[in-house]
């Protein structure tokens, strides 16, 4: 094996092997919210490093022109899907682990669609209703 | 059997585990995140297969599942967080 291959190897191994990690938290963690940190890690380093290994054993034109725009695009992303995810996991009230602490978003965020509401109780009430 | 093929069948019990995620998650959003987990496994699994059979051209696939994973990712919680409680 030439020193490109041995490189390439160890980085799709290292991938393959969070990709796996990521796979046992899947099946073991207690929580929506940790198994969703769990795939996130994978989804951005995990598949970075198999396609960087990827390219590395074998660069063509081909080979590098497609898989740069993914590992771009994966890394710019994950992020974003991973926190809506989240979102809407806490939103259709997906149920906490019970030793969770507690609940920074326990009140309930403002609907998402709806006609802005008005204050039907005067000047003074609207200093009270802003919290 | 070279190295490739050992990460290959470790994948697909990745891919097994996200199977069992899917079927029997207490809520609809583990089933969500199990989706992103087989959009991940699959990019990994295209890209691996594409050196282990030389076909350059398989490259697109991964370039693909990339976009073809995070829309539907952005899709299926949208559908999860608009529906009526």
Do not use: C
């Amino acid at each position: 094996m030439t020193w490109r291959e041995v490189v390439g190897a160890v980085l799709a191994t290292t991938g393959t092997a969070l990709i796996a990690v990521a796979g046992l938290g899947l099946l073991r963690l207690p929580d929506t919210y940790n198994r969703i940190n769990a795939v996130t890690k994978a989804a951005t380093l995990g598949v970075v490093g198999v396609l960087l290994g990827v390219m590395i054993i074998k660069p063509s034109v081909t080979a590098v022109g497609l898989l740069t725009p993914a590992i771009i695009l994966q890394l710019l992303t994950t992020p974003f899907g991973s926190y809506a995810v989240g979102r809407a996991a806490h939103r259709s009230s997906s149920p906490l682990a019970p030793i969770t602490h507690h609940d920074e978003l326990h009140r309930p965020v403002p609907a998402y669609r709806t006609a802005p509401s008005h204050d039907q109780h005067g000047p003074g009430a609207s200093a009270a209703s802003i919290r | 059997m070279s190295w490739i093929d050992v990460l290959l069948v470790l994948l697909g019990a990745v891919m097994a585990v996200v199977v069992g995620r899917l079927v029997t998650g207490p809520a609809n959003a583990d089933r969500v995140v199990a989706l992103d987990l087989a959009f991940v496994v699959f990019i990994a699994a295209t890209a691996l297969l594409s050196v282990r059979l030389d076909v350059v051209a398989v490259d697109i696939l991964v370039l693909a599942a990339t976009l073809l994973g995070f829309l539907t990712t952005i899709a299926v919680s949208h559908l999860l967080e608009r529906r009526p409680r």
